[in-house]
């Protein structure tokens, strides 16, 4: 298939090349000239105008799929909702507000323009090598491109979830359910070293992650990073949030289901801007290993 794809960052340029080794033809664009120049390196063809990307041969259909921070989504799809026809598809494969994105749906919908909403998972290795892919929206444009999100998957890792916002609905409920997770993870490494024994965190680490209960890709992360910072003394325990945490609880009030445990792990974060606790920093050095998520450095 021919992908134009929007947002090289991170997750967009391992996208982009993953694509590239399923035999799909990829065309990217992003406003960063060293984002475009490193994919360009890769044998990536990129271009630094959405009209140069959005043209067509004939009256073929456009498939364009965005990796960029939900915060812009509107403002892209403004920028080329001109340049589109009736029948292109639009995928967001961001962490977007699930109820926004029904009414990108239903607004693109109006004007013959197919949205689907993609919720991806499995940071920037899963997105070179094979993401976890939650898809939704209208079931027979979904199946018509259903090989693009299969191909993009690590096996057995890519579903369709329903009806248009459930895809991303059902990434936040992951990234909720990640935020709990983490937060344990972190408190277990607290109370370690709160205790009066010499522990090799990294070991304690491996061997977790080898038959015990708790293995996990998130105890393989934590593992990295103390190899590489055995008592991570090099970053304070900030902990920023995407926002997909916040999303869950207040959809929650709305069905009135009870989320003790991810309530308490995103108070944690807004709590850790003020406390430089060894469990915060285990959490923060997590996201970085998974995600590349920025985390502040001791000055």
Known sequence: ?????????????????????????????????????????LGISTTQSLVDLLEREGQEKLIILLFIPNQIVDKVIDQIEGLLQVDDIIIDGGNSN??????????????????????????????RNGACTMVGGNKEVVTEIEQLFKDISVKDGYT???????????????????????????????????????????????????????????????????SVDPKLTDIEGKIDDSGEGMWM??????????????????????KSKDNDLFGEKVVAAMRKEFGGHSVYKKS
Not at 7 to 18: F, P, T
Not at 20 to 33: R, W
């Open 249 to 270: 609880i207040e959809e929650a009030l709305k069905y009135k289901v009870s989320l003790p445990v991810i309530t308490q792990a995103l108070f944690a974060r807004y």
């Open 160 to 226: 369709y979830t329903g009806k248009p916002g459930s895809g991303h609905f059902v990434k936040m409920v992951h990234n909720g359910i990640e935020y709990g997770m983490m937060q344990a993870i972190g408190e277990g490494f607290d109370m370690l070293e709160a205790s009066p024994f010499e522990l090799d965190y990294e070991k304690i680490a491996s061997m977790w992650n080898h038959g015990s209960i708790i293995e996990s890709a998130l105890i393989g992360y934590i593992h990295q990073a103390f």
């Open 1 to 41: 298939m021919k992908i134009k794809l929007i947002g090289l960052g991170k997750m967009g340029a391992n996208i982009a090349l993953n694509l590239k080794d399923h035999h799909h033809e990829v065309k990217g664009y992003d406003l960063n000239e060293e984002a475009r120049r490193n994919l360009e390196s």
């Open 98 to 127: 699930f109820n926004v994105s029904i009414k990108r749906y239903q607004h693109l919908k109006s004007k013959g323009i197919e949205f689907i909403d993609m919720g991806t998972s499995g940071g920037v290795l899963g997105a």
